[in-house]
């Protein structure tokens, strides 16, 4: 493992590619690993976040907390507009999981102009328009996380950081975890998760092992399955620049092209590999703009020859 992994880093340094870290783990052991300074710094997940939301939804489910099939419009009535329109009245938290909620653009997050000057997020997205049935249409739309957040809060009276602590953080050896806020207060959720290298394989070896880490259950496994499984098809974001994306999407969990493997990912060449069938995770934490290119090349030196 180590001479791929040393293979991809030589060609994403001859490519000009900003590689940060980078760890293997095959059969619960460190197979490989890079670091391009000394020290593991925690650097920003970005939608790799997503899947800790995912995780947080199924240990709320468990909890009584949360059923996916609640509206959000029970669970926010103030926020509900006097013109709602019935897609909007319809939306569950199902839907805001599989990125199916009906928006008719994703709206705004990370660097758009509303994101400096928009103060109240769920008011935001309650007036969004909503212009295709909930669950028909795949849309990618960092809000739809952020609602998944606003939700266990309001439900379990804790922001998601401070929900997830004892239940997740801790459990995975990840301590004092920094997450950014709203102007609310609230979690970002979709991004803004600070991670380390070796926290970010840890979080792998969990999903690898169906919401266990350790022998102890962190994730419910019956959740944890359905959540990485193929549950929408978002096969029209196909492009044949980018050899990983369009393959299916679970509860913000993406499909590999390969059989029964997953992933998070995030902006910027933040990846979390899962490959059940040969016990391996790749976690991966980068700076790069040109994600197609590395993901050429971590698909043609690593993927191919495990």
């Keep these: 493992m180590q001479r791929l992994l040393d293979q991809f880093i030589s060609d994403t340094k001859k490519a000009d590619l900003n590689v940060n870290f980078a760890e293997i783990?095959?059969?619960?052991?460190?197979?490989?690993?890079?670091?391009?300074?000394?020290?593991?710094?925690?650097?920003?997940?970005?939608?790799?976040?997503?899947?800790?939301?995912?995780?947080?939804?199924?240990?709320?489910?468990?909890?009584?907390?949360?059923?996916?099939?609640?509206?959000?419009?029970?669970?926010?009535?103030?926020?509900?507009?006097?013109?709602?329109?019935?897609?909007?009245?319809?939306?569950?938290?199902?839907?805001?999981?599989?990125?199916?909620?009906?928006?008719?653009?994703?709206?705004?997050?990370?660097?758009?102009?509303?994101?400096?000057?928009?103060?109240?997020?769920?008011?935001?997205?309650?007036?969004?328009?909503?212009?295709n049935e909930p669950?028909?249409?795949?849309?990618?739309?960092?809000?739809?996380?952020?609602?998944?957040?606003?939700?266990?809060?309001?439900?379990?009276?804790?922001?998601?950081?401070?929900?997830?602590?004892?239940?997740?953080?801790?459990?995975?050896?990840?301590?004092?975890?920094?997450?950014?806020?709203?102007?609310?207060?609230?979690v970002h959720a979709a991004n803004g998760l600070y991670l380390n290298i070796s926290e970010l394989a840890a979080y792998g070896r969990m999903l690898l092992n169906q919401g266990y880490y350790h022998g102890r259950s962190i994730v419910p496994q019956d959740y944890m399955e359905k959540a990485v499984s193929k549950l929408v098809d978002n096969s029209e974001q196909k492009n044949p620049a980018q050899v990983c994306r369009g393959?299916?999407?679970?509860?913000?969990?993406?499909?590999?092209?390969?059989?029964?493997?997953?992933?998070?990912d995030g902006k910027y060449g933040q990846y979390c590999l899962v490959y059940p069938r040969e016990k391996i995770v790749i976690a991966i934490m980068s700076f790069e703009e040109n994600t197609d290119l590395l993901e050429r090349l971590i698909w043609q030196d690593i993927i191919h020859h495990i």
């Design 135 to 186: 669950g028909t249409v795949w849309l990618y739309s960092n809000f739809n996380t952020y609602m998944v957040s606003c939700t266990i809060e309001r439900r379990s009276g804790v922001n998601l950081t401070e929900y997830l602590t004892p239940r997740l953080f801790e459990p995975l050896g990840i301590g004092n975890p920094v997450w950014t806020l709203c102007p609310k207060g609230h």
């Design 247 to 264: 393959f299916g999407y679970g509860y913000q969990f993406l499909m590999n092209p390969e059989e029964d493997s997953f992933r998070s």
């Design 25 to 131: 783990w095959k059969d619960e052991q460190k197979a490989a690993y890079y670091q391009r300074v000394t020290t593991k710094t925690r650097l920003n997940m970005w939608s790799i976040s997503k899947g800790f939301v995912s995780c947080a939804a199924g240990i709320a489910v468990s909890e009584g907390l949360l059923n996916l099939q609640e509206r959000i419009v029970d669970i926010f009535p103030e926020y509900i507009p006097e013109d709602a329109s019935e897609n909007l009245k319809k939306i569950t938290i199902e839907h805001l999981l599989t990125m199916t909620s009906g928006l008719e653009n994703p709206l705004f997050f990370a660097d758009s102009r509303e994101f400096y000057e928009e103060k109240d997020w769920i008011r935001y997205f309650f007036h969004a328009a909503f212009t």
